[in-house]
Structure formats: C-alpha cells, structure tokens
C-alpha cells in the first residue's frame, strides 16, 4: 500500500501524504483519529466499526480537541447546568460536535466503560445531545466532557436547560391533544357507522338514540379538550382584531358542535359529531408536523449558539491563570487571550502585540495590528499572538453587549406579517356568514324558520376551511425539510412567504459576500520567488503572512527570519536573501524603483482594493507583487445575479472602508453600496426601506455578523451566512448552514414553488367548499354526504403539499449552474 | 341485542385505558425522542463488557 491509496482506519477518509507511516500497522488522516481508534480498541469498543460500516456511508474524522474542560467543574456553571439527585447522582445534557449515525450512538451510549463513575448515557440523534447520568464523587464533569471529547465528539454543555424543560413539556402537551383526538375521532367514526347504516337498512329509535348520545358525549370531549385551542387561538384573533384561520375553523365547530347537541337533544336531524371529531384530530396533527419540524430547524441553532466559547482565562494576582466562566469577569481583572479566540469583554491591552480581527463587530475586513495600551472588543477575534487584557467592561456594558440591545429594540419593533392563510381566512368568514345568513332567510321564507337554522348551519358546518387550515403547515413542513437539506435552517415560517415575492435585498459585504478572511487574490512578477516567500511566512502569525504561506506550497526551509512589526519580515532562503512586506518598506529596504512593468499592476491592485505586498530577492534582483484581500465568494457573482434575474433589489451595506465596498460591489454588478456603515445606521437603513415600502416585497437582511443583528432583527426577513456571530444567528430567521450566499436564491425558489402549492390547495380546497356550499344551500347536505366530503378535501390537500419545494436542486452546484447557462 | 348497551361502554373504557397509558408514557417522555430507539433496535444487545473495566478505563490518563 501506498500513501497515496491509504485509508484513515478510523474515519476511512483518505491519509494525507504527510501524515503516512510505511512502517505502521495502521493508518490515520489525524491524530483524533488516532486517538480514537486506541482507545475503542483498548476498551473492547471495537464494535463500532462494525455497525459503522453497516448503517453510515458518510466519512468523517474523529473531532477530538484535547481540551480539558476544567471550566465545567466551576460552581457556578455546576449549579445551572447539573441536576443532582437525592441518590447522589448528577445528571447533565451535553450537545456533541459530530455525532451523525447509529453508530456514534452505540459508542456514546458506551461512555461508562470508558470513564468510571458514569452509570448511563443516553443519546439524542435528532438534536445531538447526551444525557449523562454520573456520581459526581468518583468523576469530575470536567473529565466526562474529557472522555467524550476522548471518543471524538466536542462537548459542550447544554445551555437553557429551563426553556427546554418548558418546551419539552409544551411538545409533550401537543402530543396528547393529538393522541386524544385520534382515540376519539376513531371511536365517533365506529358509532357513526352503526348510525350511517341505520339510515340505509332502518334502526331501532332505541339504538339510534343510544348511538347518537354516545357520538355527542364522544363529540363534545373532542371539542373541550383538543379542539379547545382552535377556539383560544380565534378569541385571541378576535381580541386582537387579526384575521386567524382559527376563526372560521372555530365557527364551524362551534355550530356543530352546538346544532349537534341540540339535534341529540331534540332526537331528529343531523349530528355532526364524525366529521368534528375527523377534522379535529387532521388539523392537529398537521400543526404537530409542522412544529416538529421547526423544533428541529430552533434545535439545530440552539447546538451552534453553543459552540462558541462561554470561558475565559483569568489571571489572578499570583500571575496562575484559571478557565472562569465569561459571566464571573469583571472590571479591573486580567485575562489571558489566546490566539483564534476571542476577547471576552471589553478592555486595553497590557502585555503583547497581535492582529486583532473585528470583522464580525464592524464589518472591517482588514485585521487591526494592537499594542499594549491599544483597546480590544469583547467578539473581536485574536489572529495572531497571546495578549494579556485588563477588562473594562463586560456584559451588557460591553460594545458587544449594547449592540444586543439594539437587536432587542429592533426585534421589539419587528411588525407581525400577516399569513397568506390567516389573510384568506379574513374573507372566507365574511363571505361564510352572508352566505349562511342568505340560506336562511330562502329557507325561511320557503319552509320556515326551523328548516332555514337547519340548512344554514349545515353550511357553516361543511364550509370549515380545514383543507386550508392542514395546507399551510403541510407544505411548510414539507418546505422546512426539504431547506434543511438544501442547506438552510428557517426559523420561522413566516420567511418561506415572504421571500416568494422579490423585494429589496441588503447584503452585507464581509464575511457574507465575502470569504472574510485575507487569502491570496493574484500575483505577478517573478513567480520564483513566491515559494521562498511562502518558506519566510511560515513563521509569523499575521494574517497576511499567513494567506501567503497558505497559498504556495513550499518544502523550503527559511533560516535568519527577523521580522518589523507592521512593515515586512526579512530572512533567508537558498542562500538567497529574501525580502517581504509593505511596497514602501521593501523599495525603501532594497533602495530601489518598483519595475516599471509591475508598476500598472500595482495600481490595479489598489483600484481593487487589495493589500499590494512586495517581495525581492537579493542575489536575482528580481522583484515579485502579491495582492492579499478578503476575497469575493465563489458563488457571489452567480447567485447576485441570479436573484437579480428573480428581480430582486440588491444592495450592499458594509462597515468596511468605502473603498474596498464599492470595488466590490463594481465585482458584482449591484449598483446601490455603502461603505462604513455602522450597526445602527444599518438597522435605520431597514427601517427606512420598511417605511417607504409600498405593496408586500419583503425586505431582507444578509448578514454575518453582531454589526448586522439589529438590521437582521428588524427585517422581514434577515438571514444569517454561514460562519456568523452568534447575535446573527439569534436576530435571524434564516441561517445558512452551507458557506456562501448560493443557499439564499434556492430559498427564493423553494419559498415561490411552496406558495404556489399553497395557493393550489387553495384553489382545490376553495372548489371543494364551493360544492358543500351549494349542496347546503339546495338543502342537500347530509351528515353523510359532510363526512365524506371534509376528509376527501383535507387528504386531497395533504397529497398535494408533498410536492412543495419539489423541483429546487437539492445541491448548491445545480442551481449556479442552471442559472449560468 | 342488548349486550351491547353493555359493549359499548367497556369499549370506551378500553379505548380511555389506551389514552391513558399514552399519556402517562408521554408525561414521562417516552415520545420526546423519535429518531435514536429506531438506531438502537440494531445494536447486538449480547455484547459482554471487557475483561477489566478498571484496567481499560482512559478516565485517568492525561488530557
């Protein structure tokens, strides 16, 4: 075997060429792997690659981080996570990083051979969590997390504990309603039955009016109890003077329900009881599909909030340093940030230089070069070096924390969009009681008062709007699954509709339209020199120096590497001394002109706004430009032009400097951009478009970061990209789980296709009622015919939504690729 | 004939004794989770724990 056919024996991924041993046994493309692999063989676990290569078709590696958890042991994080019981047990919830099969279940659920102390761990496929039972005397939670983290899944605990205690238990609640209304439902039918066949081959009064009692006490249990919340929801659309589809649904209960009883009392008539008990029970449990189905989307952005850092490192007096919890900081205490972390308050450093990046906070897309004495923002991230923080604000005190605020007010100031159905629904009572009070001034004039209530209520009863009412959770629900797979957690439903009509789109340049980080853009002059440079920039943490070592693939080796703080980095490769940095520091350096043939090229590079670095090597005299920047996205052309085509306005919206806004803007065509925006003028920007907005195109928010959560927040719709802060993925209702901005024109698509299904259903169920109508206002309607009636519609709308969103690529290259032709 | 006023009424009870073991299942959480016991069902449930748990345990190794 060689490296190149070399398979991890963990992951069964391939082995990177560096990583492969001739000699070894076995191979692996990590060291998480690696580790992995020892233990499940050391602990008699082996099992797992059976059941593995049974049920999983998808590779990946073990994501073990080797960090040691000790921030969980702290008290105060103990006592708002862990539940203790009497038995001197403790239980905790811990949402695991790659879980994804049956077979990271049965290894999960094996924790306790593997870390003593633990006595059962259950897993939750569906929304990555663990429940682990433990004694928190034999084992630290710290070492739980540890053992986990061993098997190759990142722990991180669970936050809300409460909030999902309610849900759970409101999710439980839902569940019953169904079931009771299912059990009923089923029992009217069989009585009804009997009663139906009576009307064919005669019955006894006895029995006819023992059924008829049985069906109306069977009835009106349905109506109190499950079919009690189509009635709260309608009193509180009532209340609130909003259109519901609650009211015509409760409407048409109510008055069978009501000309039910009063027929069971009188003895003659029709009960409607069967069909009361049907629909109750389809519209249920096509609202607990729905609300299944958006608990997943919720649940899988609660496990992404979790995944960003919640500790810090103090450093006390002594100079120890210590993982605390973020909320236990306060001003005046020092913190020690590491490199790629983030600050977690606000304050000024005292010890070190580093790059920090506040993209995320401002939108910048250049990383800032900091000094002792220089300030750091709580969400900026450190690029490059340890630095040493004296805090000075933290919480809600913090720059990060007043943006929050901003996202509270804007989400305050967020108008309830009025659904399509609910929008119908408005009407469909109105036209529904003239239509019903008509039947009963005809009947009444014709056969009298009696007869005219009769044929009347008949009509309310069989006019219930229920294919409807099941239409728009189905589709969503269909809709919301088939995004899920697209790439694509929506939130809220409400965002499907709205982004079915084009309106006006603000798109946010850094890390959006962007890659947001400093990567190699183009390169010109001698090319040979590229590699030595790559060899010397191996060496220094900048963000540039980093893009650079990245981009060029070199097996060089640098020796004498001395490096000037903002300015280049100098050393020797090849005997060739090799100088890289700053135009201005290199010609200075070398005391030389810049090769009038690279001179044009500078220029370009700077009209595109990208960083011009210089490189020289002393024994060629030859002089090589590499322009770095924070680079246009793959897919961003293609897709702005894409939803361009859809009629979309675009627009870009940026805090980065003016300059590098409208280079890019000019990459991609959209004509309206502003540069140096701050937070609050973005939300302002939305709230403008949102007041001046005529007719129903939806205003979107595209954002990644905290600069973007208020406008996020305040839109109709605001979608949060991939990679995002966690304030934009809290303020969004879309969150893009695949990088780049392609998922947005497939959410476009889906949301049209789904609103035309629902508009379909519409249609048919709108047909249906028309010849219930007709029939109750001939008169002709009988329970019978209501019972055969109503299901037939509800079911026939059911098999239409399955279809909604059917014909969107489920894979990002079939939509650029279907446009770009 | 009038068994069944008998009937119908032990069929109800049947059916509440249904509902009502549903929703002490669903009370207790049994439905919370609709996806892993289905990835449960085909894990070997002989499997004999190792020969010495102790010995194995990697809870006391170094992080």
């Known amino acids: 075997?060689?490296?190149?056919?070399?398979?991890?024996?963990?992951?069964?991924?391939?082995?990177?060429?560096?990583?492969?041993?001739?000699?070894?046994?076995?191979?692996?493309?990590?060291?998480?792997?690696?580790?992995?692999?020892?233990?499940?063989?050391?602990?008699?676990?082996?099992?797992?690659?059976?059941?593995?290569?049974?049920?999983?078709?998808?590779?990946?590696?073990?994501?073990?981080?080797?960090?040691?958890?000790?921030?969980?042991?702290?008290?105060?994080?103990?006592?708002?996570?862990?539940?203790?019981?009497?038995?001197?047990?403790?239980?905790?919830?811990?949402?695991?990083?790659?879980?994804?099969?049956?077979?990271?279940?049965?290894?999960?659920?094996?924790?306790?051979?593997?870390?003593?102390?633990?006595?059962?761990?259950?897993?939750?496929?569906?929304?990555?969590?663990?429940?682990?039972?433990?004694?928190?005397?034999?084992?630290?939670?710290?070492?739980v997390a540890q053992s986990l983290d061993k098997l190759g899944y990142a722990a991180h605990p669970a936050r809300g504990k409460e909030a999902r205690q309610i849900r759970l238990k409101e999710d439980r609640k839902f569940l019953i309603r169904v079931a009771v209304a299912g059990a009923l439902a089923g029992n009217i039918m069989l009585l009804s039955i009997a009663l139906y066949g009576g009307e064919f081959d005669g019955i006894s009064d006895a029995w006819r009016t023992t059924f008829r009692w049985y069906s109306m006490a069977l009835g009106l249990a349905v109506l109190v109890w499950p079919g009690r919340i189509f009635f709260t929801g309608a009193i509180a659309a009532l209340r609130t003077r909003t259109a519901h589809l609650d009211i015509p649904i409760a409407l048409a209960l109510a008055s069978a329900g009501i000309w039910g009883t009063l027929n069971t009392f009188r003895g003659i008539g029709e009960i409607y009881f069967d069909s009361v008990g049907v629909l109750v029970f389809l519209l249920l449990v096509g609202r607990w599909i729905q609300h299944r189905q958006q608990r997943a989307a919720s649940d899988s952005v609660e496990l992404m909030l979790t995944l960003t850092p919640s500790s810090a490192t103090l450093i006390d007096d002594d100079g120890?340093?210590?993982?605390?919890?973020?909320?236990?900081?306060?001003?005046?205490?020092?913190?020690?940030?590491?490199?790629?972390?983030?600050?977690?308050?606000?304050?000024?450093?005292?010890?070190?230089?580093?790059?920090?990046?506040?993209?995320?906070?401002?939108?910048?897309?250049?990383?800032?070069?900091?000094?002792?004495?220089?300030?750091?923002?709580?969400?900026?991230?450190?690029?490059?070096?340890?630095?040493?923080?004296?805090?000075?604000?933290?919480?809600?005190?913090?720059?990060?924390?007043?943006?929050?605020?901003?996202?509270?007010?804007?989400?305050?100031?967020?108008?309830?969009?009025?659904?399509?159905?609910?929008?119908?629904?408005?009407?469909?009572?109105?036209?529904?009681?003239?239509?019903?009070?008509?039947?009963?001034?005809?009947?009444?004039?014709?056969?009298?008062?009696?007869?005219?209530?009769?044929?009347?209520?008949?009509?309310?009863?069989?006019?219930c709007p229920c294919a409807l009412g099941l239409a728009t959770p189905m589709a969503m629900s269909v809709a919301l699954g088939r995004s899920a797979r697209a790439g694509m957690l929506i939130k809220s439903a409400a965002a499907l509709e709205l982004m079915a009509k084009p309106g006006t789109m603000l798109l946010d340049k850094t890390g959006t339209l962007t890659a947001g980080a400093t990567t190699v853009v183009d390169t010109y002059g001698d090319e040979s020199l590229l590699s030595a440079a790559a060899a010397i920039e191996r060496s220094s943490n900048h963000p540039i120096a980093r893009a650079i070592a990245a981009a060029f693939d070199s097996d060089l080796q640098a020796t004498d590497v001395n490096q000037t703080t903002g300015q280049g980095i100098t050393g020797t490769v090849n005997n060739q001394s090799i100088l890289v940095g700053s135009v201005d520091f290199v010609l200075r350096s070398t005391n030389s002109e810049i090769p009038p043939e690279l001179q044009p090229k500078l220029v370009r590079l700077l009209d595109r706004a990208l960083t011009p670095i210089l490189v020289h090597g002393s024994t060629t005299n030859t002089f090589a430009l590499i322009g770095v920047g924070d680079q246009l996205r793959t897919d961003a052309a293609a897709s702005t032009q894409s939803l361009q085509k859809r009629g979309w306005n675009l627009e870009i919206c940026s805090g980065d400097h003016p300059r590098i806004v409208e280079s890019i803007a000019h990459q991609i065509n959209i004509q309206t951009h502003n540069g140096g925006v701050t937070p609050e003028a973005k939300a302002n920007r939305i709230a403008t478009l949102k007041e001046t907005n005529t007719g129903s195109a939806p205003i979107v928010m595209v954002g990644d970061g905290v600069n973007d959560a208020a406008a996020l927040a305040r839109?109709?719709?605001?979608?949060?990209?991939?990679?995002?802060?966690?304030?934009?993925?809290?303020?969004?209702?879309?969150?893009?789980?695949?990088?780049?901005?392609?998922?947005?024109?497939?959410?476009?698509?889906?949301?049209?296709?789904?609103?035309?299904?629902?508009?379909?259903?519409?249609?048919?169920?709108?047909?249906y009622n028309t010849v219930a109508a007709s029939l109750a206002m001939a008169g002709l309607i009988s329970a019978l015919i209501a019972a055969i009636i109503m299901p037939i519609s509800s079911l026939t709308v059911v098999a239409i939504c399955t279809r909604a969103g059917k014909n969107v690529a489920p894979t990002k290259s079939a939509t650029i690729s279907s446009e770009s032709v | 004939m009038s068994v069944v006023y008998i009937m119908i009424p032990v069929a109800l009870l049947l059916a509440g004794l249904g509902v009502a073991a549903f929703i002490i299942a669903a009370k207790k959480g049994q439905f919370d989770d609709l996806d892993t016991p289905a990835l449960r069902a085909i894990f070997d449930d002989d499997e004999t724990p190792p020969e010495h748990p102790k010995e194995k345990s990697i809870t006391n190794d170094d992080a």
């Not at chain 1, 391939?14 to 692996?28: I, K, N, T, W």
């Open chain 1, 1 to 143: 075997m060689t490296a190149n056919e070399s398979i991890c024996d963990h992951c069964g991924l391939p082995v990177p060429s560096g990583l492969y041993e001739p000699d070894a046994e076995h191979q692996f493309c990590c060291n998480g792997c690696k580790t992995v692999y020892n233990i499940l063989h050391g602990s008699g676990l082996e099992n797992y690659y059976k059941i593995k290569s049974a049920v999983d078709s998808n590779a990946q590696p073990a994501a073990t981080t080797g960090s040691n958890y000790e921030e969980l042991d702290d008290p105060a994080f103990q006592s708002t996570w862990v539940t203790e019981s009497d038995e001197g047990t403790a239980e905790v919830e811990l949402l695991l990083e790659g879980m994804h099969c049956a077979a990271c279940v049965w290894l999960i659920e094996r924790l306790p051979r593997v870390a003593d102390g633990v006595i059962d761990a259950r897993a939750n496929i569906r929304r990555r969590t663990v429940c682990v039972r433990y004694r928190p005397s034999d084992i630290k939670l710290s070492t």
């Open chain 1, 320 to 463: 120890n340093t210590k993982r605390v919890p973020i909320e236990t900081l306060q001003a005046g205490m020092s913190v020690q940030v590491a490199a790629g972390e983030s600050f977690p308050a606000d304050g000024t450093i005292t010890a070190g230089i580093t790059t920090i990046d506040n993209s995320l906070l401002t939108g910048e897309s250049v990383p800032v070069t900091s000094d002792a004495g220089d300030p750091a923002l709580a969400g900026a991230t450190n690029l490059s070096s340890p630095v040493t923080v004296r805090v000075q604000a933290v919480g809600e005190h913090s720059r990060i924390g007043k943006l929050m605020e901003l996202v509270a007010q804007a989400s305050e100031h967020k108008t309830p969009i009025v659904r399509m159905a609910d929008r119908i629904a408005g009407y469909f009572v109105i036209i529904v009681i003239i239509l019903a009070f008509g039947t009963f001034i005809a009947w009444t004039m014709i056969e009298g008062p009696a007869i005219g209530i009769e044929h009347a209520t008949a009509l309310l009863i069989v006019t």
């Open chain 1, 715 to 767: 839109a109709d719709v605001g979608i949060a990209v991939h990679g995002g802060a966690e304030a934009s993925l809290e303020a969004a209702d879309v969150y893009l789980i695949q990088p780049g901005v392609a998922p947005i024109v497939k959410l476009a698509d889906l949301s049209r296709s789904t609103m035309s299904t629902i508009r379909l259903c519409l249609i048919i169920s709108v047909c």
